[in-house]
Structures are given as C-alpha cells and as structure tokens.
C-alpha cells in the first residue's frame, strides 16, 4: 500500500503564504498525476490544481495566478506554494495521485491538512 503523507498546513494572515508538501512511499509503485483538492466547511471538494507527469499544470480559477503547483518525480513528492491566501482559501486540502502498482492503478488520497487563512 502506498502511503500519502501531507504536510505544510496552518493558520496565516490574509496575503500570506504558504507551501504544501505530499509525499508518497511505499514499493514498486510509479505515479502519473498529481493533483490538490481543497474542501471547505458545508461545501463540496474542489480541484485546486494538477500536474502531469510531464510537468503540464492547470488551476482552478480562483487561485490562478496565485497558487503554484510542483513535483520532485523521483522522490514522489508534489508540492503547492499559496500566495497571496485570502479568507476564502481557508480549507483542509488533500493531496491526490494517480498511482500505478503491479496489480492495479488507483487513485491515492492524503490523510488532509487544514489551512486556515484569518486576521
């Protein structure tokens, strides 16, 4: 089983930053995309933004120009730089990758960790 740790999270003024970082481990595995979702109190989970295993990336809307999405592919490991947080940023987010393994591909979830963005 390949585990997704999250780290990165925390509570930060309006216009600050912060950077997230999911790593994956476990053996004989292979990852194709990587991709952040973020889920707000009483509202659905949304995709923030995703990375091929090319290094194409896409955004959400409303963190475009703000939120940079990376990945380190040999230490299976994705990154997201927030910047410029606003209030309606605060969510936990959740890392996800398209993981391949001998028997199956699936799609791998972290365990979440919570951004708080407030004055």
């Known amino acids: 089983q390949v585990q997704l740790v999250e780290s990165g999270g925390g509570l930060v003024q309006p216009g600050g930053s912060l950077r997230l970082s999911c790593a994956a481990s476990?053996?004989?595995?292979?990852?194709?995309?990587m991709r952040w979702y973020r889920q707000a109190p009483g509202k659905e989970r949304e995709l923030v933004a995703s990375?091929?295993?090319?290094?194409?990336?896409s955004y959400g809307d409303s963190v475009k120009g703000r939120f940079t999405i990376s990945r380190d592919s040999v230490a299976n490991t994705v990154y997201l730089q927030m910047n410029g947080l606003k209030p309606e940023d605060t969510a936990v987010y959740f890392c996800?990758?398209?993981?391949?393994?001998?028997?199956?591909?699936?799609?791998?979830w972290g365990q979440g960790t919570q951004v708080t963005v407030s004055s």
């Open positions: 996800n990758m398209l993981i391949y393994t001998i028997v199956r591909a699936y799609n791998g």
């Open positions: 476990g053996s004989s595995f292979s990852i194709n995309a």
């Open positions: 990375i091929t295993s090319g290094g194409s990336t």
